[in-house]
C-alpha cells in the first residue's frame, strides 16, 4: 500500500512553454502533498505545499507565479512549471501524506525536466 | 526549526565491512526522523523512520539506526556492505507536519 505515481518520468520541452507533472496517490487519500525540487548532486528542498482545496503554500523564495500547484483532489496534486527556462531543468518530487498518523509520507519516483 | 547535518559527503566501504553514515539534527519539538536511500534518476526509499517508539530502529536491508536524545543524533548502521548499497543516502527531520527538511546527503561507494 501508499503507494503514489508521479507522471511523466522525464520530460524535454523548450524554453518558454510551460510542463505540467502530476502527483498521485494511488491506495490513499492524501490530503497534504509535497514538491520537492532536486538538483545534481544536492539533497532536496521543498518547495511547496498543498492542501486539497486550498491554496498551495510555498517555501521562501520560490515563484508561485512560476511554480503553479493545484491539489484539485485527495489523490491528485499537479506541478506546472510555466515559461520554463533552463534554469528550471532539475529533478521533481512530490510526496502525499495521508490524513492519519503514519508521521511518515510517501515518494513519488521524481520527474526530470530538461529545458532545452 | 528543524535541520539535520550529516557528517561526510562522501563515504567509501569494502564489501563486507561495516557502513556508518553520520546523521544529527535540531529540533524545538520531538522529531520524527528518516533514513532515505535514492538511486540515480529514481526517487526516494524510505530504508527506516523514528516516530518516538524504540530508539534502536530496524529497517529494510539490514539497516538499522539508534536515536540518541542527548547526542541529537541518529546514525544509520550496516553490519556488512553489499554493492547493491553503493548509492546516496539522505537523513530527514519532520514535526507532525509530513514536511521534511533534508540533510545534504552521503554518496556511499562500495569497494570490491
Known sequence: GAVVSQHPSWVICKSGTSVKIECRSLDFQATTMFWYRQFPKQSLMLMATSNEGSKATYEQGVEKDKFLINHASLTLSTLTVTSAHPEDSSFYICSAAMSTGQAEAFFGQGTRLTVV | ?112
Not at chain 2, 562522501?10 to 529540533?27: K, T, W
Not at chain 2, 520531538?30 to 526517487?43: A, C, E, R, S
Not at chain 2, 530504508?47 to 544509520?76: D, M
Open chain 2, 1 to 112: 526549526a528543524q535541520s539535520v547535518t550529516q557528517l561526510g559527503s562522501h563515504v567509501s566501504v569494502s564489501e563486507g565491512a561495516l557502513v556508518l553514515l553520520r546523521c544529527n539534527y535540531s529540533s524545538s519539538v520531538p522529531p520524527y526522523l528518516f533514513w532515505y536511500v535514492q538511486y540515480p534518476n529514481q526517487g526516494l526509499q524510505l530504508l527506516l523512520k523514528y516516530t518516538s517508539a524504540a530508539t534502536l530502529v530496524k529497517g529494510i536491508n539490514g539497516f538499522e539506526a539508534e536515536f540518541k536524545k542527548s547526542e541529537t543524533s541518529f546514525h544509520l548502521t550496516k553490519p556488512s556492505a553489499h554493492m547493491s548499497d553503493a548509492a546516496e543516502y539522505f537523513c530527514a527531520v519532520s514535526s507532525n507536519d509530513y514536511k521534511l527538511s533534508f540533510g545534504a546527503g552521503t554518496t556511499v561507494t562500495v569497494r570490491a
